[in-house]
């Protein structure tokens, strides 16, 4: 990657800056005596793992649907594909808007979807700054979904960028079951491993976008996306 | 540390009496630290044993800091390794001339900057409008209290302290919405999701804070409930970071615990909206991200708390949570605190990063040492704790009248007789208690306040005589 080869510039004095901490530390770092600290853990101890109790390890299908309405989004579990009359409702939703225009972004499940909107009419474009500027829905998918959270992971190495799931009004992202998790910690826990093993860009959303500054009270879509639709691609086996 | 532009000719005590006299004020500040703690409790119960993952948190917060030098050192490898660009800043002022010179050095006109409370410590916006560029802020409640010329009145959600009338009214009177404009929280968020979008696109310079970084990989963790984050670190081609020197973790199991707590102890979310990675900049074939990544490293005072009780401030991950249970604030609001850092977390980090402005010690007061803020603390920092000791760092410093009245305060108190004798001298306080809000002395100090009435019989009284 011609991003990755080039080497970035250091300013400062990195000994200077890290010398205060480095003697500051050399005495080892002090205990609270009234609420003494938890041992600890040698470097070796693992960090323990969040345990979920909207989990049901049996059945992530319907714990990460349950999950995405717990978020404001919209689950719809389907088997093999993308059904018709799902596209069909999209169409239809997008008719009585002013950007009725589609951007996908560079995964063949997101072009495929793509194609199936063209064929019905749509004006299809690849998600660039400008194309998804002006357009009403984005279509993506997602690299890992997460059961307890209903969240889906977005990667922008495989996306081509990331606009698609960002500027549009209404985000669609399509993720076939298999790369369905059941906690966070199954999937951001692997991201050491590998040196490339990150993108410039990986972005876990959990619903769509919202803000609670208005006395508090749930507003969607703030900046990015007011409604959220993920496509569950199953096998025809539930519970797998 | 600057950004403290309240505090001219007023003090702690003044402030305080102007908030608890604003009936309007206490009205939303209540309104939302409950919806706030009520959201925690839920989301946190959907944890199994969420206190020892608090306790498992402030573990691995205590052994990040005590390794901090080596970890900042793989962090900054990292960014260097793909492509990003380092600065080691000491100070506010060096870090406020790194980003002026990345500004200019791109003859920067437009910045946009997602919500940094890192940001606000140094004020940053200040030295960036000096040097001629428009800084806008995109999260909701920062562009509000932009607007308005405040500071952040709670770290997570910055406008608290306005209603909706007030926001409309503020839209109206500074960016030219239309006084039709509806004061729905639906319709006033559409007017500044349209008004915003048009300087994401525009501009040349994004700037955010970090709510993580990750030393393994080198990758900045930003949360955003809006997607401001987001935007801020895709369109535009450059991508500043403002980073306090400790918050580090030192790989992604770490930052995946914290993550866990972080959403749950500020809003009761799951995870919030947008958990946004960036490591590095763009990659060949994508067509957004930006091209050009500076993160700045800032101490600014934080390293002199690394030895001694203090360094577990250190810990904080910024949720939020302290305030939202903290009796005081829950009167006064933030701004009464008069700094940028609110509540028991700013009541402890304020005084310890304020270099020199004896003002700031005054905040230790501004608490009931309830330990209510300990108690839904995510890392399980000892905030009572520290402000006790603050307290007896600035009561070393305190006068001579002052140290009399307190000794003869502890002589009279330390004596059951004596004791006793103030009691019963209390009771005739029940004459005039009605009364001490309307006479002049205690006009000020009854205002805003019911003022009690002491018993008419003291309780040793009714206990000996078998209650």
Known sequence: MAGRAVTGTEHGDRAGFLAPARELLSGGIHANPVHAPPPTPLPSDPVPEARYLNLDPGDLVTTFADAVAHAEGVCHVVEGDVPDRLLDRIVNELDGRSDTSVVVSAEPEARAVGDRLAARGLRVAPATPATAAAAGLGVTSATAAIAATGSIVLDSRRAGGRVGSLLPSVHLCVVPVNRLFATPAEVLRRLGSGADALPPSLVVVTGPSRTGDIEQLLTLGAHGPTALHVVLVTDGQRGS | ?467
């Open chain 2, 1 to 467: 540390m600057s950004g403290h532009h309240q505090l001219a000719g007023t003090t702690l005590r003044s402030r305080t009496a102007d908030a608890v006299a604003n009936d309007r004020l206490r009205t939303n500040v209540a309104r939302a630290v409950d919806r706030f703690a009520t959201h925690r409790r839920e989301g946190l119960g959907e944890l199994e044993d969420p206190d020892g993952l608090r306790s498992a948190a402030r573990a691995l917060k205590q052994q990040v800091l005590a390794d901090l030098p080596g970890l900042l050192e793989r962090f900054a490898d990292q960014v260097l390794a793909r492509g990003g660009h380092v600065c080691w800043a000491p100070t506010a002022d060096d870090a406020r001339s790194y980003v002026v010179d990345v500004v200019r050095r791109h003859g920067a006109t437009r910045v946009a900057k997602s919500k940094s409370m890192a940001t606000e410590e140094i004020d940053l916006n200040t030295a960036l409008e000096a040097a001629g560029a428009q800084v806008v802020e995109t999260d909701l409640g920062e562009w509000i209290i932009q607007l308005a010329d405040e500071t952040p009145s709670h770290i997570i959600a910055p406008a608290l302290h306005r209603d909706r009338h007030q926001i409309h009214d503020l839209f109206v009177d500074t960016v030219g919405a239309e006084p039709a404009l509806g004061t729905e929280p639906t319709e006033l968020v559409g007017f500044a999701r349209g008004r915003l979008r048009e300087v994401f696109l525009a501009a040349d310079v994004g700037i955010t804070g970090a709510n993580i970084a990750v030393a393994e990989t080198g990758s900045i963790v930003l949360v955003t409930n809006e997607g401001n984050g987001r935007l801020v670190t895709s369109l535009p081609p450059v991508h500043v970071v403002v980073l306090g020197m400790e918050r580090l973790a030192a790989d992604w199991a770490q930052a995946e615990l914290l993550l866990a707590l972080l959403a749950r102890s500020a809003t009761g979310q799951r995870l919030s909206s947008y958990t946004n990675i960036v490591t590095g900049t763009r990659g060949d074939g994508e067509v957004d991200g930006a091209t050009e990544l500076h993160v700045v490293i800032l101490d600014n005072g934080r390293s002199q708390l690394l030895a001694g009780e203090y360094h577990e401030m250190l810990a904080c991950i910024r949720c939020g949570a302290c305030l939202n249970v903290c009796p005081v604030y829950r009167q006064v609001g933030g701004h009464a605190y008069g700094w940028v850092y609110p509540g028991p977390m700013g009541s402890v980090l304020t005084p310890l990063l304020a270099h020199g402005q004896p003002e700031a010690a005054e905040l230790a007061g501004a608490s009931t040492l309830c330990g209510a803020c300990m108690d839904a603390c995510p890392v399980q920092i000892p905030l009572q704790d520290l402000l006790l000791s603050l307290r007896r760092r600035k009561a070393e410093g305190a006068g001579a009248a002052e140290r009399a009245a307190w000794a003869a305060w502890a002589a009279a108190w330390s004596d059951a007789r004596r004791y006793g004798a103030t009691t019963r001298l209390a009771t005739w306080g029940r004459i005039v208690a009605p009364l001490a809000g309307r006479l002049p002395v205690g006009r000020s100090w009854g205002a805003g306040r019911t003022v009690p009435r002491p018993a008419a019989r003291r309780f040793r009284d009714r206990w000996r005589e078998g209650m």
